[in-house]
Nanobody, 123 residues
Framework: VQLQASGGGLVQNGGSLRLSCAAS????????MGWFRQAPGKEREFVAG????????LYSDSVKGRFTISRAYGASTINLEMNNLEPEDTAVYYC?????????????????WGQGTLVTVSS
């Protein structure tokens, strides 16, 4: 399964961006999907995840209330609406497909990864 992330870019502090991730095969329609990010010199960390049917979402504490993950029922495409961005949100954002129908916060529960899209928030 190939995942293609898009929508990254440069934005000012307090601005908004919308990331999208499309999977190449419909098999991901039965899998949870999620977003992780990795800043320079830091470990890859969980950002948000969503179940196969779009009904159950998870967020890291650092983005809760600012980011919204969405997915149509059984779709292979997910979106991440990012509002009130902060310089600390600067990172490469990766989308991934989980091994099961739900998302988790652990990298090891995800089996397929996209190439990443860079988000830069200027102060």
């Amino acid at each position: 399964v190939q995942l293609q992330a898009s929508g990254g870019g440069l934005v000012q502090n307090g601005g908004s961006l919308r990331l999208s991730c499309a999977a190449s095969r419909r098999t991901t329609s039965n899998n949870g999907m999620g977003w992780f990010r990795q800043a320079p010199g830091k470990e890859r960390e969980f950002v948000a995840g969503i179940s196969w049917n779009g009904q159950r979402a998870l967020y890291s504490d650092s983005v809760k209330g600012r980011f919204t993950i969405s997915r149509a029922y059984g779709a292979s495409t997910i979106n991440l609406e990012m509002n009130n961005l902060e310089p600390e949100d600067t990172a490469v954002y990766y989308c991934a497909a989980s091994r099961g129908p739900y998302s988790s916060t652990s990298k090891t529960d995800f089996r397929s990864w996209g190439q990443g899209t860079l988000v830069t928030v200027s102060s």
